[in-house]
């Protein structure tokens, strides 16, 4: 299959000797140009699955594929990952050029005289002025550092975005707005993306399939459409009961 096929995955931690199962065979797809959203309780594993599916932690079995290819623990990746921090990911000494650069060079994507005018693209993809590449990220708003870190995401030129609560930290009207540029990537470039986020009436608006997480296993993975008409897992309904403007559906 092709886009991103998470197979039986599972992690497990250790902490002061104990082993904990994270993640307990969880098999999940994302093709391109599709919104899956992750959600759970805190502690579900939901930022498991993403970091696994970024190499960024290891596996204890299964196999995570993307377009049929195990993906690379080193070198460029067809996933990009976004955090909920995007101070914590971006250099403070770094402009926003620079940063962005940083991720060209280290790739190999542009010969040097090209790298400006890629900057300017990737600021103008993630609806960003020119300007704001001269800028240090800390003079910028939380939603404009937020696009600083999408854009550098996309500077790898990824194929699916792990969004791991990119956009919890932010304002309500800041998060609708953050919730339009991503539909524009998916229209624009065709990106697919892992969206974790505990707004589930932002879920409602972005994602086409909803997958739930519960203690580290896949309760339940449906179309956006059926996961808010008529959750399939108690835990869903759960889920879904807690949020007020949800209710009356
Ligand atoms: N680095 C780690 N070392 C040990 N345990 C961890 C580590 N990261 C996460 N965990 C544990 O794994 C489980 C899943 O965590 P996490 O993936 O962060 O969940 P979520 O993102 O859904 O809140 C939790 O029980 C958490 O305490
Ligand atoms: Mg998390």
Redesign the pocket.
């Known amino acids: 299959m092709s886009g991103l096929v998470v197979d039986a995955v599972s992690v497990e931690?250790v902490?002061r000797g104990a082993s904990?199962t994270?993640l307990d065979e969880v098999s999940l797809t994302v093709a391109e140009g599709e919104i899956v959203a992750l959600v759970?309780e805190?502690?579900?594993?939901?930022?498991?699955l993403a970091r696994a599916v970024a190499g960024l932690v290891e596996t204890a079995a299964g196999t995570i594929l993307f377009d049929g290819v195990a993906i690379p623990t080193r070198g460029r990746k067809p996933v990009a990952m976004v955090f909920q921090d995007p101070l914590g990911s971006l250099d403070p000494r770094l402009t926003v050029a620079a940063a962005i650069t940083e991720i060209l060079r280290v790739h190999r994507l542009r010969p040097r005289a090209g790298e400006r005018a890629r900057t300017a693209e990737l600021l103008e993809l993630v609806g960003l002025p020119p300007e704001v590449a001269g800028v240090r990220p800390r003079y910028l708003s939380g939603g404009q550092q937020q696009r600083v870190a999408i854009a550098r995401a996309l500077a790898s030129e990824p194929r699916i975005l792990l969004l791991d609560e990119a956009l919890s930290a932010l304002d309500a009207s800041v998060r609708a707005q953050m919730l339009r540029l991503i539909m524009e990537l998916r229209s624009r470039l065709g990106i697919g993306a892992l969206f974790i986020g505990h707004d589930l009436a932002l879920v409602r608006q972005l994602a086409d399939r909803v997958a739930v997480?519960q203690l580290g296993r896949l309760v339940e993975v449906s179309s956006a459409e059926e996961f808010f008409l008529s959750p399939q897992h108690p835990y869903s309904r759960e889920l879904l009961a807690a949020v007020p403007v949800l209710r009356r559906t």
């Not at 805190?42 to 498991?48: H, I, P, V």
Request: glycine content about 24%; charged content about 15%.
């Open positions: 931690y902490r904990i994270a759970g805190s502690g579900s594993g939901k930022s498991t997480l």
